[in-house]
């Protein structure tokens, strides 16, 4: 063909296409890779086992082990002795060869390493493999997610989905939901005002929807809508590109109270109608307050027709949380000194 042939149309089509397949192509290239490379350290963890049990190599072994590995494959970078500890530490916690047909061996080795550093629980381990192979997370979500413990916050939060929306629909609608939500990147205190929260989870997106969780897109804060003269703003609006549907999330920073649910059920609504497609999916609020009586949240979501999910959030992550003293304890604390300041 030469240089002054037309480009035929179906020449963009074919093209796209032999993209994709050389993507394809490359990703699972990568995954044999990986998995390759799983089963390798797999296997020198448990020979590092079999011989400690048998002959009782100790760190003096491993460290001359380490030598001799790297002398022999000097390309590559994977045989320190905090490796080698690493990969020992990994056919103990996976003890049988099917750990290859698991999660677990579809993830980064630093995934791995991550795992082994901060969980000690075997299921625990395993679940937080599973997501992650199954969502893609990166290490830094992975770190993200086993500190904020999102095992017990996953499709956490009260909703009237069930009542509002179709059965498979309501289903998945709940998974997009998390109680409560950890903030403590924002590096606000109890006090800041609905306005300086909004901001923030802005000027830290990319940490916002990593904790809203996959595949949310950012639209807008202070999102304009006009009814019939009247102007309204809805604090936070996003987009779930797998489900398809809009997510309008208000944020209140003291305790729920129940006549927050109308005032989102109407931005639902307004949503809804305003910029939903025939295609989307139906549109969803979620309100975050800063404390909630969950008995008071459900009897106000009974008499709500917009689905709507109300969760809380935290600025400390729940470890530095548990760690400060209760209300209580600080009464207990200063009444015993204000007890002894009137004895002395």
């Known amino acids: 063909m030469s240089s002054s042939t037309p480009i035929p149309s179906e020449y963009g089509a074919v093209l796209a296409d032999l993209k994709r397949q ?4 490359r990703f699972t290239a990568q995954r044999r890779v990986n998995t390759e490379l799983v089963r390798l350290y797999w296997g020198i963890g448990r020979t590092i086992l079999q011989r400690q049990d048998a002959e009782g190599w100790g ?21 320190s002795p905090r490796n080698l500890a690493y990969m020992r530490a ?5 003890s049988d060869e099917r750990i290859l047909q698991q999660a677990v061996a579809e993830l980064p080795w630093g995934h791995i390493t991550v795992l082994l550093d901060r969980l000690d629980d075997h299921a625990l381990r395993d679940w937080y493999a599973a997501q992650a192979a199954a969502h893609g997370w990166s290490r830094n979500v992975l770190e993200h997610q086993i500190r904020t413990t999102a095992h017990t916050r996953l499709q956490a939060a009260p909703t009237n989905f069930p009542s509002t929306l179709p059965a ?10 998390k109680d409560p939500y950890v903030l403590d990147f924002l590096a606000l205190d109890g006090d800041a005002k609905e306005r300086h929260l909004e901001q923030a989870l802005v000027d830290r997106i990319i940490d916002t929807l990593r904790e809203l969780g996959e595949g949310f897109a950012f639209v807008g804060r202070q ?8 102007d309204f703003y809805v604090d936070l609006l996003f987009f779930h590109i797998e489900q398809l549907r809009y997510v309008v999330i208000e944020l209140k920073t003291g305790k729920f109270r129940p006549e927050y649910l109308g005032q989102l059920g109407f931005y639902v609504a307004l949503v809804d109608d305003r910029l939903r497609r025939a295609q989307h999916a139906d549109t969803v609020g979620l309100l975050l307050v800063a404390d909630k009586n969950d008995a008071v949240v459900r009897y106000s979501l009974a008499g709500q027709h917009n689905p709507i999910g109300v969760a809380s959030y935290d600025l400390l992550p729940p470890a530095v949380r548990a760690a400060l003293p209760s209300e209580a304890d600080l009464a207990a604390a200063i009444g015993t000194d204000a007890t002894d300041a009137d004895r002395d």
């Open 22 to 25: 050389v993507r394809d192509a």
């Open 168 to 177: 498979g629909d309501s289903d998945l609608a709940r998974q997009l939901t």
């Open 59 to 79: 760190s003096n072994v491993i460290g001359r082990l380490a030598t001799d590995l790297r002398a022999e494959f000097p390309e590559m970078k994977g045989f």
């Open 90 to 94: 990994f056919a103990a916690a996976w």
């Open 223 to 230: 999102v304009h809508l006009d009814v019939d003269g009247d």
